[in-house]
C-alpha cells in the first residue's frame, strides 16, 4: 500500500496570506487562540479568541462555515476583543443536541459558551453581535434567549424567512458530495461554485473547513443532511412557520440598534421585497448595501465590512 500525501495546515500560519490579498499592512498579527468551551451534556462549542481581555464583538459565521471565515475582518478589526465561535455541528464544535437543529436551539448553545466567555455580569465590553446567514438566525434567537447578550445587532445578507429559490445555489453546493478522493478535487468544486472569489482565498478556506482522512480523502468538518443546521436558511417556507415568525417577532423587539448589511450582486439571498419588509416591521433599522459583494460579505468585501462594523460600535 502506498503511502498517503499528507497535506500541512497551521490554523493560525495563513493569517498572512489573508492580510496581503487584500492589502492590509500589519505591524503585527493580533493574538488569536482556539478556545473550547463546555455547553453541557458532554459536549463543547469551540472558538477563536481574538486580542485580549472580555470580547466587544462575538461573530457568528453562515451554515456549513466556520469561525475563520472572520478571518480577515477581525485582522481588519485591528487589536479590538474578538469571540468567534463554531456553531454547533460545524468545524471544531460538538454536534448539535438530539431534535434541537434549529437557529434557537444553536442559540442555546451559544448562550452557555459566551456566558462562560463573557462572564455573568452586565455583558462585560460587549458592544455587538454579528451574525451572517445562519449565524444571522441563530443571532436573531440569541437575543430572545438572552437580551444581554446582543445589545446591538449586525446581519449580514440574512433575514426571517427569505425564499429557498434565492439560496438554491447555496443550497446545492451544500448538499454536494460528503467526501472527496483529493484535495485538488475538492479545491475544484469550491472554486466552480464560487467564481467571484481567488482560488487562494478558497484554498484557505477548505483547509480550515475540510480535514484529510487516513485514507487521504477530504470530509467537511460541518454535519450534514437532516440532522445538522447548514440547510435551515434556504429551506422552502411555509405560511405558517412559526419559527421564523417567531424570530421576527423578536427583531422587532430588540431594544438595541438594528443593521443589515446587504450584498447587491446577484448571488445575495435577499431582495427588495425581503428589505422591505424589515423596514416594515423595525422601522429604525439601518440598511447598509454592498455593491461589490454577494452573500458572503465577510469573503467578498471584508474590509467594507470591518468598516461598516466599527462605524456601527462607534
Known sequence: ???????????????????????????RL???ERVWVDVGDGRELSALVWGDGPPELVLLHGG???????????????????????????GHSADIQEGAGTPPGAAADVAAALRSLVGDTDGARLRAVVGMSL???VSIALAGLDPELVPALLLVDILPGIK???????ADFVAGPPSFPSFDELLARTVEHNPHRTVSSLRRGILHN????????????????????AGRVTRDVGPDDRLYESLWSTLESLPGPVLLARGLRADSVLRDEDVAELHRRVPPATVVPFPDAGHSLQGDTPLALAATITDFIS
Open 164 to 170: 429557498a429559490e434565492h439560496g438554491r445555489h447555496i
Open 1 to 27: 500500500m502506498s503511502a498517503v500525501d499528507r497535506v500541512g495546515y497551521d490554523e493560525f500560519g495563513m493569517l498572512h496570506e489573508n492580510a496581503s490579498e487584500v492589502g492590509l499592512v500589519l505591524d
Open 64 to 90: 456549513a462555515q466556520n469561525a475563520h471565515t472572520w478571518d480577515t475582518v477581525c485582522l481588519a478589526l485591528g487589536d479590538r476583543s474578538i469571540v468567534a465561535i463554531d456553531l454547533p455541528g460545524h
Open 30 to 32: 493580533p493574538h488569536v
Open 210 to 229: 475540510a480535514a484529510q482522512q487516513p485514507d487521504g480523502s477530504w470530509a467537511w468538518r460541518h454535519t450534514r443532511g437532516n440532522g445538522g443546521l
Open 135 to 137: 449565524g444571522g438566525l
